[in-house]
């Protein structure tokens, strides 16, 4: 009896092997991915993945649903635009940390505060992946960067900080090597009604671990075996990462607020009566 | 267990979590030069694709009859 891979009908399979490195994390959040929207039971002709530029940024072309690559940083808003368009589409933003929180930072805070109804995935390496290795606002302190070859000085974005004060409904941080967690949380955030968002802190072997004396990919999954702590319900302010320490993981923030469009279509519907028009369904 | 060796690049995520040691990296090499995983205790594995959910490369899963 053969039984095929459980990813293989996501993927675009005349565009493997892939790009990524040995041993990338992006792959496993890949797998996590497709078997979080096989458990969730949303079809794969209502699910859409918009991406940004970067290594996590081909994600998009390599899923077999509807999927949009679109320019760097811009990810959130074409995704907006998409679910607008589309209320009934599962949207679903799958990018790195430079891309959502560097180049796009503007457009995830706005469309936390909205409470937009997308799922957010951020694929957190702590580098830039793809153009050799430069700083990025998530790169913890004393990391070596390529444009901070004596270590970093700045202090960097909480992301689940940041996305619970801005709004957002759902958030939820995973490692790579905590894969059963990762795709029972993205399973509900692909459930949740507003804004969610899922951090996977993943290994960069090839600039990251590397040049910060981490070792290889498996290196880096040890470190995060160690390193983790699982704390559900941790005060988001207190999970910041460091080079060492503690990596704090778990679902933090599970709450209701009104998403973006019932709050329009309410206030619309008061306003104007019945001359106003819904988004087609 | 299935394994598609052409598409491995040897990071052997799956042979360090494999729960029950199926795994072990083959000396042998792909068309690209890496070493695959091969099943050396088949006998042990219970089909519960943790491999396959690591597995950068989708290039390994398990499943149970």
């Known amino acids: 009896m053969s039984v095929e891979n459980p990813v293989e009908r996501y993927l675009r399979s005349d565009r493997m092997p892939h790009i990524w490195c040995p041993g990338c994390g992006i792959g496993t959040t890949v797998n996590c991915f497709t078997r979080a929207i096989d458990e969730s039971g949303i079809p794969m002709d209502r699910l859409a993945v918009v991406s940004g530029i970067g290594c996590t940024g081909r994600v998009a072309g390599y899923m077999h649903v509807d999927s949009f690559h679109t320019t760097h940083g811009r990810a959130i808003p074409f995704a907006t635009g998409l679910k607008l368009a589309a209320p009934d589409m599962k949207v679903v933003v799958y990018s790195g940390d430079g891309d959502l929180f560097a180049i796009g930072g503007n457009h995830f805070i706005h469309a936390a505060r909205r409470n937009l109804d997308m799922t957010v995935i951020c694929v957190n390496n702590l580098t830039y992946g793809m153009t050799g290795g430069q700083l990025t606002p998530t790169t913890p302190e004393e990391a070596i960067a390529s444009t901070s070859p004596y270590g970093n000085f700045e202090h960097p974005f909480n992301l689940p900080y940041l996305a619970e004060s801005c709004g957002a409904v759902y958030v939820a941080r995973w490692t790579t090597y905590h894969v059963t967690q990762m795709k029972k949380a993205m399973k509900e955030a692909l459930l949740k009604k507003g804004f969610s968002f899922v951090e996977v802190i993943s290994p960069c072997p090839t600039l990251y671990g590397r040049r910060n004396r981490i070792g290889d990919s498996l290196d880096e999954m040890k470190t995060y075996k160690t390193r983790s702590v699982i704390k559900n319900g941790a005060d988001t302010k207190e999970v910041d990462l460091g080079m060492t320490g503690p990596i704090v993981v778990g679902k933090f923030v599970d709450r209701e607020r009104t998403t973006y469009q019932d709050a329009m279509e309410a206030f619309y519907s008061r306003k104007l009566g019945n001359r106003y028009v819904r988004a087609s369904q | ?65």
């Open chain 2, 1 to 65: 267990m299935v394994i598609d060796a052409e598409r491995c690049k040897g990071c052997a995520l799956c042979v360090e979590f494999c729960p029950t040691d199926v795994l072990a990296l083959s000396s042998s090499f792909t068309a690209k030069g890496y070493h695959p995983p091969e099943i050396v205790r088949p006998e042990a594995c219970s089909g519960c694709d943790l491999c396959g959910m690591y597995c950068p490369d989708f290039a390994i899963y398990g499943y149970r009859l």
